[in-house]
Each structure stands twice: as C-alpha cells, then as structure tokens.
C-alpha cells in the first residue's frame, strides 16, 4: 500500500521517523543513501513485511514490520 506519509519507531530506537513524499533525504542522517534525495514514494508492502521508502535517484531505505514497534500512516 502506497501512503503519503509514514511516521514509524523502531524498537532499537529512542525516536520516531517520519517521512513524507516529496522530503529531502540527507546523507548525513542516513548513512546508505549516497546524496541527498527526495522521497519518490513509501510503500507499505504486508505480505513480504517490509517498509520500502524510495528516492528518485534509485535509493531505497528498507524497515522490517518486524522491527516496528509503532506505524502511523496517511494514505
């Protein structure tokens, strides 16, 4: 399921993330992401179980729903 934005805390986190489509990613936050990219699109994807937040330079940020320990989500 495509949403527009994702509000998620993991449990190994003291914090909560959230993204919104169109927000800048920045390198520095992320260590994976190799410049700073907009978000594309947020896919909440239930039957593989995972989170996919996509950029539009091909980069991807995975989360586990396993490692979720709160999801908020608007559509």
Same mark, same amino acid.
């Given at each position: 399921m495509k949403v527009n934005t994702l509000i998620i805390h993991t449990k190994n986190?003291? @914090?909560? &993330? =959230?993204f919104k489509v169109g927000q800048t990613l920045t390198s520095d936050?992320? @260590?994976? &992401? =190799?410049?700073?990219?907009?978000?594309?699109?947020?896919?909440?994807?239930?039957?593989t179980g995972f989170i996919e937040i996509k950029t539009n330079e091909d980069n991807f940020l995975w989360y586990s729903l396993n490692d979720i320990q709160f999801l908020s989500f608007n559509i």
């Open positions: 986190s003291k @914090e909560s &993330l =959230t936050k992320f @260590e994976l &992401l =190799t410049v700073d990219s907009p978000i594309n699109y947020i896919n909440i994807n239930t039957k």
